[in-house]
Each structure stands twice: as C-alpha cells, then as structure tokens.
C-alpha cells in the first residue's frame, strides 16, 4: 500500500490499532479496527436501488457489462483532516491513509454517492 500512495508513514494524536482477523478456512488477514472512531461517527446513508426493479432491467437487457470495483475505495482522496484521524498504529509505525480505507463507517455512503454522480447521465444502466 506504500507502493501504490494508498498509505504514508506519519504521525497522528489519533490512531487505531491493526489487528489480524481470522476466517474459518482462510488465512489471517490485517484489519485497522475502527470501532472506536466509527463510534464517534455520524453515520450517513444512501439510498440502495430497488432490487425488484433491478432484476427486471436485467433480465430485460440486451447488454449486460460489469466493472471490476474491489478496490474501489481507493480511488476516493482523503480530506487532510480525514487522514489526521483514520491512521492506524502496527508494530512498524504509524500509517496515515491518504485513500478511503475499509472498514470507515461512512466509506459505503461516499462511494455510492460517487459512484452515483459518475453514472449520472447514464439513464439506462442499474446498478445491483
């Protein structure tokens, strides 16, 4: 993530810890546990599409595409002041994202929405 401007080493007064999380059948993987600061976060929401209408724009579609957004929250800049809060300590240092990181309680409402303004215009696709 250092590679890819995803991170930086810094400084922060706030900071949340990595922890390694383990899933039946899979090999542990790092997490920045952000409850503390998800706590302290006004959740904000977006509106989710109707399924039922979009299931049936699709099975009535005559093109069907699909974009690859696994790592979609990276493509989303951190404000200075978002970045002085979401850093995450490990036992290498303190780390300061500069993209949106998982597990951020409001990081699903600012990727639709701008996922929403990107497909503004596009008045015949559905989002599922």
């Known amino acids: ?5 995803i991170i930086e080493i810094g400084q922060s007064d706030y900071a949340s810890p990595m922890i390694l999380v383990e899933s039946p059948g899979k090999d542990p ?6 409850r503390l600061l ?4 006004r959740k904000q929401f977006f509106p989710l599409p109707n399924i039922e ?19 979609g929250y990276w493509k989303i800049p951190l404000s200075e002041r978002a970045r002085r809060y979401s850093a995450f300590v490990t036992s290498y240092g303190t780390y300061i994202p500069l993209r949106m990181p998982f597990g951020f309680v409001n ?3 600012f990727f639709n929405k701008l996922m929403a303004q990107v497909l503004k215009n596009c008045d015949t696709f559905a989002i599922g």
Do not use: H
């Open 38 to 41: 998800n706590a302290n976060e």
């Open 107 to 109: 990081a699903p409402y």
């Open 29 to 34: 993987r790092p997490c920045i546990d952000y």
């Open 53 to 71: 209408e979009r299931v049936e724009r699709m099975a009535t579609a005559k093109y069907i595409t699909v974009i690859d957004l696994a790592k």
């Open 1 to 5: 993530m250092l590679d890819l401007n």
